[in-house]
C-alpha cells in the first residue's frame, strides 16, 4: 500500500487505544500500564490513539476524560494523541485498492440472520458469487494457515475459512470496521510492538492477513491477561464498570499493579503517581505474563 503509511520498522513503538464509549475505569488502566510499562522495557516509544470510528456508541466527552486521567495516572504519551477519525481518507484508500484487487465483495446478510442460521459464527459464504453493488463489505477469505508468534501466549495456528469466514471491513451504514480501521492506523503510526488484552487474541489472525493483502508489516504481537469482574467476565464498560477517581489515582495504580501481580508494598498507593510508575518499571519482567489468559478477579 502506498500513501503516508510508513513501511519501515524502526524501534520499538507501542500504543495504547481506547475507545471514547467511556472514561477509563480499572480494567483499562491495567490496559494502559501494560502496554507502557512494555514500552519502557525495551526504551520505547509509547503512543496514544482514540479510536473514535464507530460515533453511535460513544459517549460526549469521553475522549478528553481518558487522556486527562491517563495523565493523572502517570502515564504519558511520547508523541501528541492521535484520533483514528482523522485517518478516514487512508481506511477509504484502503477499501479502494481492496475492491480493485478483487478482494472484496459487497454482502446483504443480516446479522440476525446469521445468528440464527450460523450458530458457530463463520460466514457461510452466501453473497460470495451475487455480484451485490451495496452493503456492508467483506473481504474474501483463502484457506491457508496463518501462524501467530505471541510473546505471552505461544505460536498458535488459524485457518480464518474455517472460523471466521469471510469478514467485514466496512459496515454497512459506511462506517469502516475495527479489523481494517486497526491496520492502517498502527501501520501509519509504524507501530512495531502490539500490547493489548487477551480479548483481542483472535483479532489477530485477521489483521494478519489484511497486513499482508496490503503488503503492510506485520508488527509483534503480545496479549495480556485481562482483569475479570464478579461475574466472571471481562471488566468493561460494557458489564458497567466504574469510571476511576483521578484524585485517586495512587490508589488506583496500586490495584491495578497489584492485579497484575506485582505486589505493590502498602505505603506504595501514597507515593505521587509518577513515583509509584517508577516503580513499577524497576519491578516489570517483560516476560511475566507468558501463559496466563486473565489475572485475578476484581472485587
Not at 480464518?160 to 501509519?188: E, K, N, T, W
Request: neutral net charge; contains cysteine; proline residues 6%.
Amino acid at each position: 500500500m502506498t500513501g503516508t503509511i510508513a513501511t519501515g520498522r524502526s524501534t520499538y513503538r507501542g500504543r495504547f487505544a481506547p475507545s471514547p464509549t467511556g472514561h477509563l475505569h480499572l480494567g483499562s488502566l491495567v490496559g494502559a500500564l501494560v502496554s507502557y510499562l512494555d514500552a519502557r522495557a525495551h526504551d520505547g516509544t509509547w503512543l496514544v490513539r482514540i479510536d473514535d470510528i464507530d460515533p453511535p456508541r460513544e459517549i460526549a466527552g469521553a475522549a478528553d476524560s481518558i487522556l486527562r486521567s491517563l495523565e493523572a495516572h502517570g502515564l504519558n504519551c511520547d508523541e501528541s494523541p492521535r484520533f483514528q477519525s482523522q485517518s478516514r481518507q487512508l481506511h477509504d484508500d484502503a477499501v479502494r485498492e481492496l475492491l480493485d484487487e478483487g478482494a472484496l465483495f459487497f454482502c446483504s446478510c443480516a446479522r440476525k440472520m446469521l445468528r440464527r442460521t450460523q450458530p458457530t459464527g463463520r460466514y457461510p459464504g452466501t453473497c460470495r458469487q451475487r455480484g451485490l453493488d451495496k452493503g456492508a463489505l467483506r473481504v474474501r477469505v483463502e484457506a491457508a494457515p496463518i501462524e501467530i508468534q505471541d510473546r505471552w501466549q505461544s505460536t498458535h495456528v488459524y485457518d480464518l475459512s474455517a472460523d471466521p469466514g469471510d469478514f467485514i471491513v466496512r459496515r454497512r451504514d459506511g462506517l469502516i470496521a475495527y479489523q481494517l480501521a486497526c491496520v492502517i492506523d498502527d501501520a501509519a503510526q509504524n507501530i512495531t510492538h502490539v500490547v493489548r488484552g487477551i480479548d483481542l487474541f483472535e483479532s489477530t489472525p485477521r489483521q494478519h492477513y489484511l497486513q499482508s493483502k496490503l503488503q503492510l508489516p506485520h508488527p509483534d504481537y503480545a496479549h495480556f491477561p485481562v482483569v475479570i469482574g464478579k461475574d466472571g467476565d471481562k471488566l468493561s464498560k460494557q458489564t458497567g464498570a466504574h469510571a476511576l477517581d483521578s484524585a485517586h489515582a495512587g490508589r488506583n495504580l496500586a490495584q491495578a499493579l497489584d492485579l497484575l501481580g506485582f505486589n505493590p508494598p502498602p505505603t506504595l498507593q501514597s507515593e505521587a503517581p509518577a513515583n509509584i510508575v517508577a516503580w513499577a518499571q524497576l519491578h516489570y519482567v517483560t516476560t511475566m505474563f507468558r501463559g496466563q489468559q486473565q489475572i485475578a478477579q476484581y472485587s
